[in-house]
């Protein structure tokens, strides 16, 4: 099993940047890929990106040249930087990790980006 917590959500308007964190409660090593989704009200989760154990990323259309994502194996944790953020990006992000075969999550953090 592996637990995850996520931080650094908040108000932001738009234009702004935020930088969250997922921590995970063992080695990375250990995890296969991670990633970062998102659910805004009335709508489906959506991936946002994701990273290989290898290092390998990918985004989707949304986040293409605005967001980063990058992993800290020794801080067991992996980030999601958001730059130019707009209104439509308020949401729940949510972490997600791929261990043995079964996908873990996070409880979310809550963005939310002011027009």
């Known amino acids: 099993q592996v637990q995850l917590v996520e931080s650094g959500g908040g108000l932001v308007q738009a234009g702004g940047s935020l930088r969250l964190s997922c921590v995970a409660s063992r080695t990375m090593s250990s995890i296969g890929a991670m990633a970062w989704y998102r659910q805004a009200p009335g709508k489906q989760r959506e991936l946002v990106a994701r990273?290989?154990?290898?290092?390998?990323?990918y985004y989707a259309d949304v986040a293409k040249g605005r967001f980063t994502i990058s992993r800290d194996n020794a801080k067991n944790t992996v980030f999601l930087h958001m730059s130019s953020l707009s209104p439509e990006d308020t949401a729940v992000y949510l972490c997600n990790a791929e261990l043995w075969g079964t996908s873990y999550w996070g409880q979310g953090t809550q963005v939310t980006v002011s027009s």
């Open positions: 990273i290989t154990r290898a290092g390998a990323t």
